[in-house]
């Protein structure tokens, strides 16, 4: 598969910056008061970008730091999250990645995350890749979402973004909610990351609002091949255009949309209009 061995060496690219950085000083500046970006952010995606351009040309490129550029009339729309879970890099703390996923006509194709795991002094890397129908896999490995269909018995992890607005209120009403209810909520910090862990069975589910196609193109394609499903946080189906997301392992979707309930659904419709970039079969 020519288009997922390029994601993984473009993954790559960026993972080696990230390695060649992780243990020396950080560059910081601010798009935000807690919104940080490093240099590293910066070099990952140029690395990225030059084996994207050298092998496609042609393909349409939406990056995080770098927006959107080459040809609007491309089927394929890459997504790129050069250092996902920054706020962690710029302190050692570990859950970060490189993310990339790779749409067709508005659908995930490919995808690749490199994690970076460990922490100071023994920083290592594991790399989930995943293709439209070939399963999904971790260091090569096929790997599956987990079996367990209690709340009861899960561990969940979510997230909160630089926007504190009426989702982010919401969310924390969920985070009580569901910690009462299941072994656990973990949030740590990188999107890409939390939803490989539901792909790789470590966690049963995952949630999220005010998501970029960024931060969600490679791990719902991921754990969607790893047995897992997607969906909006009201349960309708999910595109990366979209602005929530809940990934489980399938089993437990509909009794988690239930809790998550009629509450959160006002919260919709503020997906961003990526109509442009968009192509419907
Ligand atoms: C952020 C991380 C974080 C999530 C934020 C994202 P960044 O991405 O994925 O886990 O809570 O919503 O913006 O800025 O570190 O690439
Ligand atoms: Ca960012
Ligand atoms: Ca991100
Ligand atoms: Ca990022």
Redesign the pocket.
């Given at each position: 598969h020519h288009l997922l061995h390029v994601v993984q060496i473009a993954a790559n690219a960026g993972a080696q910056v990230i390695m060649d950085a992780v243990n020396k000083p950080r560059n910081i500046t601010y798009k935000g008061l807690t919104?940080?970006?490093t240099d590293t952010?910066k070099m990952s995606e140029a690395a990225i970008l030059d084996v994207v351009r050298k092998s496609f040309p042609d393909h349409l490129i939406l990056g995080?730091e770098g927006g959107i550029i080459g040809d609007s009339s491309s089927d394929y729309l890459w997504c790129i999250?050069p250092?996902?879970?920054?706020?962690?890099?710029a302190h050692g703390y570990p859950s970060?990645a490189v993310s990339i996923g790779v749409l067709f006509k508005g659908k995930p194709a490919a995808a690749t995350v490199v994690e970076f795991v460990g922490g100071p002094k023994c920083w290592n890397t594991r790399t989930f890749t995943a293709a439209a129908g070939k399963g999904a896999f971790c260091n090569g490995d096929k790997i599956h979402a987990s079996q367990t269909d209690k709340v009861e018995q899960s561990l969940l992890v979510t997230?909160?973004?630089?926007e504190h607005d009426d989702a982010w209120a919401t969310n924390i009403e969920l985070f009580k909610e569901f910690t009462d209810i299941s072994r656990g909520v973990r949030r740590?910090?990188?999107?890409?990351?939390?939803m490989c862990h539901v792909a790789l069975g470590i966690v049963e589910a995952y949630w999220?609002y005010?998501?970029?196609p960024?931060?969600m193109a490679a791990g719902v394609l991921i754990v969607e091949e790893a047995g897992g499903t997607v969906s909006c946080m009201d349960g309708g189906k999910f595109s990366v255009f979209d602005r929530s997301v809940l990934v489980s392992n399938g089993v437990l979707h509909s009794k988690l949309l239930e809790r998550i309930g009629p509450a959160t659904q006002k919260l919709q419709g503020k997906g961003i209009d990526f109509s442009l970039w968009y192509k419907p079969e």
């Open positions: 919104d940080l970006v952010d995080e999250d250092l996902d879970g920054t706020t962690n890099f970060f997230g909160f973004g630089y740590l910090g990188a999107a890409a990351v939390d999220e005010r998501l970029k960024w931060d």
